[in-house]
């Protein structure tokens, strides 16, 4: 079997991002200049890697200099009105189609089944309706480093027992999922409507039985498959 897990980003791969945007309008009315600076700063931390054992902690402080306030007090911001306030909206954003039916078609093969995504999981998954069980699920955060760099993919494929090559990645962002995910050689399929020319995923696809038909196929084919540049 060339795939023996599936792994999936959460933002824009498990639900559309435009679904999140109308429903973050509140937010984004109440607190523009927490977010911009909180964009900022995650772009700073992404552009300019940089281990360190504490990111909330570097976080808050990265958007304590741009709000001109005390790191506790950015700190308590973030907390309290992005990773509470903000998931609340999970409960009611609504999945891709066939999303849940690919998942479930994954666990009956036997394929392992992760999640990473940039921020913080809690409760989203269940919020999002899909329990598990779930062979890992973690943020990036912990890791010290934002995608696409490699160590959050390396603890992916290390959470997973797995190598690198044996785990698919799914997500919708070129820069972040596709090439993070291949710069370790891990294959990534991406969701997206207009499949880039020479693309590094083995797979793009706009709908999940696409994604579907494609693990499972290559199940059955056995090694040695030859799945670079996929579009359906």
């Not at 700190?75 to 891709?96: N, P, V």
């Not at 959470?159 to 999922?177: C, E, F, H, I, W």
Request: with cysteine; charged share 25%.
């Amino acid at each position: 079997m060339p795939f023996r897990a599936v792994a999936f980003d959460v933002d824009g791969t498990l639900y559309p991002n435009t679904s999140m945007y109308l429903h973050s309008l509140g937010l984004a009315a109440t607190s523009p200049r927490l977010l911009l600076a909180l964009e900022r700063a995650r772009l700073e931390l992404r552009d300019h890697p940089r281990p360190e054992e504490d990111f909330h902690h570097v976080q808050a402080r990265l958007v304590a200099e741009r709000l001109r306030m005390t790191p506790e007090r950015a700190f308590s911001l973030i907390e309290g009105r992005i990773y509470t306030k903000w998931y609340q909206i999970f409960r009611r954003l609504k999945l891709f189609d066939s999303l849940p039916s690919t998942i479930e078609r994954f666990r009956e093969r036997g394929l392992r089944l992760g999640v990473l995504s940039d921020f913080p999981i809690r409760n989203r998954l269940n919020d999002l309706g899909l329990h598990g069980p779930w062979d890992c699920a973690f943020s990036s955060e912990e890791t010290g480093y934002l995608k696409p760099h490699p160590r959050s993919f390396e603890l992916l494929a290390e959470r997973l027992g797995l190598p690198a090559g044996d785990v698919l990645y799914v997500g919708n962002s070129y820069t972040y999922d596709v090439e993070g995910a291949y710069s370790i050689g891990m294959p990534c399929a991406h969701l997206t409507a207009k499949p880039r020319l020479k693309s590094k995923a083995v797979l793009s696809f706009s709908h999940y039985d696409q994604l579907s038909r494609f693990v499972l196929n290559e199940a059955a084919k056995g090694p040695a498959t030859g799945t670079e540049g996929v579009s359906w």
